[in-house]
């Protein structure tokens, strides 16, 4: 059973930090996507920033330079590291992954920022 569980949302206030972290089971092989997407009320589902099968990073143009995503094979997480964020950040953060069998996602963390 592939799970994808995400931690470290929460509140934060314009121009600070936050770090989130999807740790993955249940699938290993086969993967040629991991990222984070987000949605907001009204808004569709966006990607933000992910991770190719070849190595490759590709990030949203409203979070170049200031989000990082990561993975780390031994712990089995995809991380993303959130800096100088902005009001229009706020949004439930989903981890995704892409394989041959199938798209699976997280439950959702929600960010806000806001002073």
């Known amino acids: 059973q592939v799970q994808l569980v995400e931690s470290g949302g929460g509140l934060v206030q314009p121009g600070g930090s936050l770090s989130l972290s999807c740790e993955i089971s249940?699938?290993?092989?086969?993967?040629?996507?991991m990222g984070w997407y987000r949605q907001s009320p009204g808004n569709e589902r966006e990607e933000v920033a992910g991770?190719?099968?070849?190595?490759?990073?590709r990030y949203a143009d409203s979070v170049k330079g200031r989000f990082t995503i990561s993975s780390d094979n031994a712990k089995n997480t995809i991380d993303l590291q959130m800096d100088s964020l902005k009001p229009e950040d706020t949004a439930v953060y989903y981890c995704?992954?892409?394989?041959?069998?199938?798209?699976?996602w997280g439950q959702g963390t929600q960010v806000t920022v806001s002073s």
């Open positions: 249940g699938i290993r092989f086969r993967i040629y996507f």
């Open positions: 991770i190719m099968s070849t190595g490759n990073l």
């Open positions: 995704n992954v892409k394989s041959l069998v199938g798209t699976f």
